[in-house]
């Protein structure tokens, strides 16, 4: 009957518009490939770990991680040169978000401002990052080798905020002298507050320490220019 309320839903005309849901679009193939790849890379990522974590970093083999991931030991190489490098993995993406908070500046600060306040910020977000940065320090602390490599690592850290201090101007040989200086004793600093940090597993404020230690270099008005007492030469 003509009145029945779904009676044209139950046999639609020809030309009537019927509702559909929408339709997901469609990864392209390059696409599904580069999701394939952060999979394997997280599966190999997550399995080393686990394997660092239980069996230890030095009695850990390439073949038993690309086992646990269930890929090849070829595939593995494919990804990671090598076993260290999957300890190190986030370095490049950390090093370009502290790059990030250096430069942004605000009216009215001094040299060292900006290199407080990235670092204040690293130790807040690295506070959500507790139980793996605890166990990935154990893992490194665990390897003389591995405790080189990081100290490599280190360095461009301690570049980033040389490059903060000198932004800006023409320094001279002794304001990079200075500036580089400065990087190292800042880094220094916070390095000692993540040794301090791991010792107590992680259970201080880590943005507390690092302010106790960054309050040593809060010196708003130097010059890295002035004229060293030791040296009269203007150029050096």
Not at 27 to 54: C, I, P, Y
Not at 69 to 91: C, E, G, M, Q
Not at 99 to 120: M, Q, T, Y
Not at 160 to 182: F, H, K, M, V
């Amino acid at each position: 009957m003509s009145d029945m309320p779904f009676a044209s839903s139950t046999h639609p005309s020809p030309n009537a518009s019927v509702a559909r849901e929408p339709v997901a679009p469609k990864l392209s193939v390059v696409a599904l490939r580069e999701r394939k790849k952060d999979q394997t890379r997280e599966a190999l990522a997550t399995a080393a770990f686990e394997l660092f974590q239980t069996k230890g970093y030095e009695a850990t083999t390439v073949a038993e991680i690309a086992r646990a991931a269930n890929v090849s030991r070829r595939t593995f190489f494919r990804y990671f040169p090598t076993k260290d490098a999957l300890l190190f993995i986030d370095n490049s993406d950390n090093l370009e978000r502290f790059r990030e908070l250096l430069d942004a500046r605000e009216p009215g600060d001094g040299h060292f401002d900006p290199i407080s306040r990235a670092c204040l910020a690293l130790a807040d977000e690295y506070m959500n990052s507790r139980d793996q940065l605890l166990a990935r320090g154990r893992i490194i602390e665990s390897s003389p080798g591995l405790s080189k490599q990081e100290r490599q690592q280190d360095l461009l850290w301690e570049q980033a905020i040389t490059e903060a201090l000198l932004a800006g101007r023409q320094p001279s040989p002794l304001a990079e002298r200075r500036a580089r200086t400065l990087a190292g004793a800042t880094f220094g600093a916070m390095r000692a507050t993540m040794v301090e940090w791991h010792r107590l597993d992680g259970r201080a404020d880590l943005v507390r320490l690092a302010r106790e230690g960054l309050e040593l270099f809060e010196l708003r008005n130097f010059d890295l220019d002035a004229p060293s007492k030791f040296n009269s030469s203007p150029t050096n």
